[in-house]
């Protein structure tokens, strides 16, 4: 899956490199492969793979060097059963050449290429070989592709047989399917499906204030009268500039909304994938280490920049172009230009999106075309009131200023993620309490720079006291003091539930390492098995370590008096985490297989109960809650993210349901009782 990302974001941007022949998008295939099987000896075969590539396109060698384009791999399936490789994979004669994007050294082949493997069977009853072969082709954009070769040793086609599951496998995943009753419930709308459908507004206003920061940089502000004159003072007509300068507008909105699609193909690929990449421990790491990289990027120290050649060719297209298209590279020219600025909000933008509920891939969308939408917007505006840009305010070192604040504010969301790797990771480093004292010495130490007790060398002079300079530094202390509020009093910090650790995660000693100190059972059969010991019906939590909105509905919902005394006093909950990384024991491991044919290892009790929703619930996403009765029957339709009303008004529901299931209904048709009549 690394591959893939790799090839889906290569593709992408070559897509929107510059040059004569884009028209060779439009060849959906530059490389046509023939095979054929050499037989030497009784068991010694040459396996041979020949491609006939189209002009201008280049196949890379398995040996180009890393950092460009990406080499062509081969895979032999069952390697060392039934027969062996011999030596390397021998390819024929290969150029070599530098990449004015990747600035490496590539090798590739130009118009045909051979590949020759040599093998030994060790069994020769041996039918066939599988052969999967991954290469990538570049021209003006880059394709990469999957290819299965089947050589077969008789006459008939050789066709590979899936494996088959061991029993054991077989019998461990019938043991994940439920027995449920009522499961039509589960289709049907509560209506908390509507907070998704408002997260996604909420998503696109968090992107559209992120577009407005990046308007305030020193990569972005200086070119609004720049680029608005050009257009206004460059056509014979005021409408003719105006049209260009709203089409460049849209066209800066597009290229933002294009760089969100290949995560909608991520998702397409497996329902779970997007999921499992926001509960990784690695990936969260990775995101903490490119927040922190980004915030001191903001602080001065350094610049964070794409190649400058992309720069280069965008605006050299633009120019030579011209026309519709040359506004479009004019747009790009901008959106790489400015990256140093807007990269890191837009990786915080990304991260945000990894946080929130609802689909990530859909959520990151909404949230690039509000940036694109705010970055936009001034062009166009500017055009069409020229007069408005004598009123800007003259660049200068404020805009350091909002750089150093955004670099505070990429600090504090580079420690969320490093509080996901230790929540998921189970290792006790970032307690709740040590997460909010570092939050507040950031909150006090972005308070002193904006009064103007330090500055960081890099960015120059102190800052300047100002309204705007003592407001903000003023809402940092009061910040701050709310934080240290909660750290002292343990008081639940409703306004950033999901962002500390959930309160059970303390370094005090805690009764339960459950939410609000319920009871609570982290496996399902000993809850079930709880159920029907005490004739409760049972609330499935689906939850996870990593889940930001799992913490907002424990402490603003749950916390709810009425609703605590419902969970507390009428309900069995089951807490399953799909993020829990601990491994199962080895005896209970096993692999899964799906009835499209996909298999999936369950190596983790994460791993489990993500299958477990997924088969039994068809979710993938949580929090996601259902109600049952100890006899498996749904009580009623499941929620998700809801407020307290809502979610009050479904536990008594639930609890209606369950006491009808309980209480036999009357037959107004049966014949009454009568005592047996005694036959002599």
Known sequence: MDRLKTILLLFFFCCLSPGPTMQAQAITDPVQWSQELIRESDSVYVLVLEARIEPEWHLYSQYTPPGGALPTEFTFKNDGTGYKTLGPVQESETHTAFSTIFEVEETFFKGTARF?????????QLKGIQVDMFYQVCAEVCIGADRTFLFSFSDQPYVPEAAALDTESLAKGDALLLDLKNKELLSEDTGSGNTSRQGIWVIFGLGFIGGLLALLTPCVFPMIPLTVSFFTKQTQSRSKGVARAGFYGFCIVLIYFLLSLPFHFFDSVDSQILNTIATNIWLN????????????SFFGYYELTLPSSWASKADHASDRIGGAIGIFFMALTLAIVSFSCTGPILGGLLGSTALSEGDVASNLTAGMLGFGVALALPFTLFALFPSWLQRLPSSGGWMETVKVVLGFLELGLALKFLSNADLIGNWGILKREVFLGIWILLALLLAAYLLGLFRFKKTGVYVR??????????????FAVYLTYGLFTGAPLKTLSGFPPPDFYTLSDQNSDCPLGLECFKDFETGLAESRASGKPILLDFTGWACVNCRKMEEQVWSDPEVYQRLRDDYVLISLYVDERRSLPADQQFVFAYENGTRKEIESVGDYWSTFQNLNFGAVSQPYYVLLSPSLEILGPPVQNTDVDTYRTWLDSGIRAYEDLAVPVPDPFALPETEPVQMD
Not at 116 to 124: A, E, G, P, W, Y
Request: proline residues 3%; positive net charge.
């Open 116 to 124: 020759s493997q040599k093998i030994q069977l060790t069994d020769l």
């Open 285 to 296: 790491l990775f995101f903490f280490a490119v927040f922190v990289a980004f915030a001191f």
């Open 465 to 478: 006291r100002s309204p705007w300079s003592m407001g903000g530094a003023l809402i940092f202390l009061g």
